[in-house]
């Protein structure tokens, strides 16, 4: 029963518009007060789900993408890509996907990728020719890389929740994030092809390219910097965030002089309202949290999981299923809320590596970001084109089934995931 009026709350306040956040902690104070089961724990539960030093770094990273952004650095990376390859068949398409693949190292969030590419070079896509749609869903697809290429407010997230260090999911979620990246990139090219959308008219010479190296050089350098200084141990993923934010600072006001005090208040307040949306539903999504935990639904259904096959890699295959169904509906934050507590048993029972399990798990919630009805990067797209999530869900499907089938590569082969956190650690 009390099981039942959680869901059936949640369900309902969904349908009825009520944002995600709202709907989940409405449902679980609800079950928490009617049912006696613990109401005084609600408040604690709210401010320990914002008391994390991991959770400290996405204020930060999300600060220092809104900076880089407004200095103009996706836009030199784009100039660079397109002198690179924007001749090639389908070249403007493919300038997409590289620069989201390179955006999505300084920036971690899927919907700002969508917003900070897409108005860069949806135009240009568009004046060469590109049904707008299929623009639409390659920027779309492609900026669902930013929670897979690190730094990643879904691995962080991710580490809070599960205890696996930040670090070392940055560094497993590399190789994955360059296969999914070349895999979008294929489709785009062999899209392109069929349709005819050929590249750019004029050829950047050397001179070209080296001025345009020059100009991109401090947007090149920075994950360098970022995680780099991760990777070599010198400071941590929350450190990396402050130090993402003061070079962030310096490059648009020292070196592109791109920020003024006011623009500067203006990113301030940006900064502080996409924080404020991610924190918010973190604390109710756990509020929500509490309460199945508090009725023993985690356990019962993590009990429930473990018997239903005695191997391992067939409860990966149908937990991902389960996240691709959800990724329809709930975004990236609720579903790890959700989920992650459930299936943390689950994983020590039949002894898969955490590890490797969070990049398969980021990489699903990476592609309910392209899945209607709640695709938050198409609903993003859309926006920028006047069109509808429908019409680019169609676009799509051909980068879908290619994110499925690494999904599936990652789940079978989490070698892959786990090849340079060892190379790193043995050395």
């Known amino acids: ?131 707008r749609d299929f623009a639409g869903a390659t920027v779309a697809d492609s900026a669902s890389l930013s929670i897979i290429i690190p730094p990643s407010i879904a691995f962080i997230i991710y580490g ?57 050089f401090w947007a090149l350098l920075s994950p360098v910097i970022i995680l780099g200084g991760i990777y070599t141990g010198i400071f941590t993923p929350t450190e990396a965030a402050v130090v993402a934010v003061f070079y962030s600072l310096f490059v648009a006001a020292a070196i592109y002089r791109t920020v003024t005090l006011r623009k500067l208040l203006k990113m301030l307040v940006d900064a502080t309202v996409t924080t ?60 790890s809320y959700l989920l992650l507590p459930i299936l943390l048993p689950v994983l020590k029972e039949f002894e898969i590596d955490p590890l490797a399990y969070g990049v398969v798990f980021i990489a699903a919630l990476a592609i309910g970001q392209i899945t209607p009805p709640v695709g938050v990067n198409l609903f993003t797209a859309a926006n920028l084109l006047d069109s509808s999530v429908d019409r680019l869900s169609r676009r799509v499907l051909p980068f879908l089934l290619v994110n499925i089938a690494v999904l599936l590569a990652l789940s079978f082969f989490p070698q892959v995931s786990l090849f340079l956190p060892n190379l790193i650690a043995g050395k």
């Open 160 to 216: 809070s929740i599960t205890g696996v260090s930040v670090s070392r999911l940055f560094i497993a979620g590399i190789l994955p994030g360059i296969l999914m990246g070349t895999g979008i990139l294929a489709t785009a090219w062999a899209v392109s092809r069929r349709r005819g959308y050929r590249g750019m008219e004029a050829r950047g010479s050397a001179r070209d390219i080296l001025a345009a190296t020059r100009e991109s």
């Open 276 to 335: 404020a949306v991610i924190l918010f539903i973190v604390v109710f999504a756990g509020i929500f949290s509490l309460a199945a935990t508090r009725l023993g639904l985690t356990d019962s259904i993590a009990n429930w999981i473990t018997r239903i096959s005695p191997n391992a890699l067939t409860i990966v295959l149908l937990v991902n299923a389960l996240l691709l169904a959800l990724g329809m509906f709930l975004d990236a934050i609720s579903i």
């Open 1 to 131: 029963m009390e099981a039942l009026l959680l869901f059936a709350v949640f369900g309902l306040l969904l349908m009825l518009g009520v944002p995600i956040g709202t709907a989940l902690g409405a449902a679980g104070i609800l079950v928490l007060v009617v049912f006696d089961l613990g109401s005084g724990l609600i408040g604690p539960d709210f401010v320990a789900g914002m008391a994390s030093f991991p959770l400290l770094a996405i204020p930060f990273f999300v600060l220092a993408g809104v900076i880089l952004e407004q200095a103009g650095l996706a836009a030199r990376i784009a100039r660079l890509f397109e002198l690179l390859v924007g001749r090639a068949t389908g070249g403007l398409a493919m300038v997409v996907v590289l620069t989201c693949m390179f955006w999505g190292a300084l920036s971690g969030s899927g919907p700002a990728t969508t917003a900070a590419v897409g108005l860069i070079l949806i135009s240009p896509m568009l004046r060469h020719g590109y049904d």
